[in-house]
């Protein structure tokens, strides 16, 4: 196997602080992430200690405000830090963008008193979020949900299951959309559950092609209690809320993207370097060189395309349909590189010995969660020339 260190993505980063902070990420990645990667992938093994250790050391609420526990970076550099963890081992990567989404509604629509109770546990408390908007009948159209919270006095009892839940079952909290109202998108509310709430359980992970250390399940809630002190906004604003979070959590998706397609193309080059066939590199054939040359491109194109798609989010500027064309670009991209990987390293990319068929089966999962890329596609055409059927 290659055992030529990639060199470092050559970073703008805008302060010295966020400089430090990326060299602290690959400092970990390197340490903590990389050398486990593909056993504990290989296992189905969910590194959850590892996620303490980015909780201690300030990881997993960096957009976030720092008078609740976050680390106040702009997107600009909190993606730049996903794109690195990403590169290791996606199921931290992915892991800390979910975390990220779950803990996004109350940031940005709880009340002073909420986020002052609970923002600083979800931030750097050492818990870890999930985020519960799709059903097993309703994917793509979230809208028509069925999960029920009812009111009962001054609590909310809400029944009904979730589906494809990363995190469903080892999550200490979950951010759960339920049908307080009329249907469509007006009768959906926003709700804080606790993980060990009563009536709260998950049903056995799904057995994935790819990401098999990152549980995905059905998560139950049986007529699970929680006072309105825990809905997050008003009531039938749930909607809104969500889509709000997956305008930003769909840049968190870009970015690891990128960073699969990065280690992709490292391992790529390396092997270029060190294979020989009729007497010379196989880095040496044009035809290699030109696919190498593609692929850096395509990643430096995402690169671009959803650090700027951030910096208008940074400035307090529109961003949904940069948003979706970066997740469209970046996670298209992904499965361009890594199957183009695959086949530079030849039979050997076919193989478990080397990651790059791991990179293969982790990245087509990016083109289908958090809106599908067909979706992604609906989502700008309504941004260019409206809603269909006008």
């Not at 196997?1 to 990326?22: G, K, S, W, Y």
């Not at 250790?53 to 957009?63: H, W």
Request: include cysteine; charge should be negative; hydrophobic fraction near 40%.
């Amino acid at each position: 196997m290659p055992d030529r260190a990639p060199q470092p993505v050559d970073r703008q980063l805008p302060t010295e602080e966020a400089r430090d902070l990326i060299s602290l990420v690959r400092d970990i990645a390197q340490r903590e992430i990389a050398p486990k990667a593909a056993e504990e992938e290989d296992a189905g093994r969910f590194p959850r200690e590892l996620f303490t250790l980015l909780s201690r050391s300030g990881l997993l609420g960096l957009p976030y405000d720092s008078e609740y526990g976050g680390g106040d970076q702009p997107y600009e550099v909190y993606l730049q830090v996903l794109e690195e963890l990403a590169a290791a081992r996606l199921t931290v990567g992915l892991g800390v963008s979910v975390h990220s989404l779950a803990s996004y509604a109350l940031a940005a629509y709880g009340t002073k008193e909420q986020q002052v109770e609970h923002l600083p546990a979800m931030l750097g408390g050492g818990l870890l979020g999930a985020y519960c908007l799709s059903e097993p009948h309703s994917g793509s159209d979230a809208a028509a949900l069925r999960t029920k919270a009812v009111r009962d006095g001054d609590d909310w009892v809400i029944s009904g299951t979730k589906a494809w839940i990363t995190h469903g079952g080892i999550a200490d909290f979950y951010t759960v959309m339920a049908r307080t109202g009329e249907e469509g998108p007006r009768g959906i509310t926003a709700f804080l559950v606790p993980g060990d709430a009563e009536g709260v359980s998950a049903a056995a992970p799904e057995k994935k092609m790819g990401m098999k250390g990152s549980p995905t399940a059905q998560v139950h809630f049986d007529g699970v209690r929680v006072g309105d002190d825990r809905r997050i906004g008003e009531e039938g604003q749930g909607f809104a809320i969500a889509l709000s979070s997956l305008d930003s959590g769909r840049l968190g998706i870009s970015a690891c993207a990128i960073g699969v397609a990065q280690a992709a193309l490292d391992e790529a080059l390396a092997y270029a370097a060190e294979r020989r066939q009729f007497g010379k590199p196989i880095a040496d054939f044009q035809g290699l060189r030109f696919m190498l040359a593609d692929m850096a491109t395509q990643i430096e194109a995402g690169r671009a395309l959803y650090l700027a798609a951030a910096r208008l989010k940074d400035a307090g500027r529109p961003f949904a349909r940069q948003a979706a064309m970066a997740k469209l670009h970046c996670t298209d991209t992904a499965m361009r590189v890594t199957t183009d990987a695959v086949q530079i390293l030849g039979g050997y990319g076919y193989t478990a010995d080397f990651p790059a068929e791991r990179y293969m089966r982790e990245a087509k999962v990016l083109q289908i969660v958090e809106g599908t890329n067909q979706i992604q596609r609906m989502v700008i055409a309504r941004h260019l020339v409206g809603p269909e059927g006008r």
